[in-house]
């Protein structure tokens, strides 16, 4: 089955090509720049940037994979959750595009696609894991018992990873997003320098929390601004707020993955791409006899192969199609 897939949940316009397991096909325009002059996603530009993207992408996507829009199988989008202007505009245009070519026609939950997406291209090699989604706007684990079965743990009850990083970036003068500046300054850093921190570590539940950590860089900013000042105490104040957050994500996700009983940890969503996250996790697992699995990084940020993968599984497994009446959810929780 050949399935046209279309994401715009936040500020990516996306769309891929994906026949079975393989992607062939996986265009996404960025509007970074854009949104970088505003320190954060501005949700009307957004929506403004994704008319205006949407079908140079779709073309795009199609020609990479050497297909016209008539070879089609199936066509899938993104209907939550996200931004509602910017999830309208491709979610639309997908059950559009499906009433055109008389096409089934699937909306993806954007977690759930994420969920899944270490898996994309091996699907055969399956086998119950503990899962952490972890991006801009959320920090999920999740209990995958069986394919297309799983159990939400935990989520954040405040501010996601990715915001911690980018708004902790914002008060140290980096420019947006800030979580990869932070990545790269912290990789010439001390961890140690600076004592955050690590909230909800020991605490008896699967949540996060990460509102505090941003406010305890914020007060100690306050306290210390002549640091601002020192190149290199950027850079331990980076790897710092970095140790900070990591070591939260792994410790909890491995005491999870214990308690399930699971041999394997998944990892997936924007934050994933970070290098201290994906090392701490390798050892944590190495250490603890897991096996780890992480989303490949061009599969980690907002893309439409993984919601093309994810629709065909569906498929696959005799998943209802949705309705072309069916209307975005922008607070979509995973089921």
Known sequence: ????????????????????????????????????????????????E??????????????????????????????????????????????????????????????????????????????????LIVSGGHTILVWVQSELKHQVLGATIDDAAGECFDKTGKLIGLSYPAGPEIDKLAEQGNPAAF?????????????FSFSGLKTSVRYFLRDHPDLLGDPQKIRDLCASIQAAIVEVLVAKTIRAAKRTGVRCVTASGGVTCNRELRKQLERACKTNGFTLRLAEKNLCTDNAAMIGILAGRKLLAGAAQTSLDQEIAPGLAIA
């Open 1 to 48: 089955m050949t399935i046209l897939a279309i994401e715009t949940s936040c500020d990516e316009t996306s769309a891929a090509v994906v026949r079975d397991e393989k992607i062939l096909s996986n265009a996404v325009s960025s509007q970074i720049a854009l949104h970088a002059e505003y320190g954060g996603v501005v949700p009307e530009l957004a929506a403004r």
């Open 50 to 131: 994704h008319l205006k993207n949407l079908s140079p992408v779709v073309r795009a996507a199609l020609g990479e994979a050497k297909l016209s829009a008539g070879e089609i199988d199936a066509v899938a989008a993104t209907q939550g959750p996200g931004l509602p202007t910017a999830l309208l505009v491709g979610f639309k245009a997908a059950q559009a595009v499906a009433f055109a070519l008389r096409k089934p026609f699937l909306g993806i939950n954007h977690h759930e696609a994420h969920l899944y997406s270490p898996w994309i291209g091996d699907f055969a090699a399956f086998q119950p894991n503990v899962s």
């Open 195 to 207: 004592d955050f921190p690590r909230p909800l570590l020991h605490d008896a539940s699967d949540d």
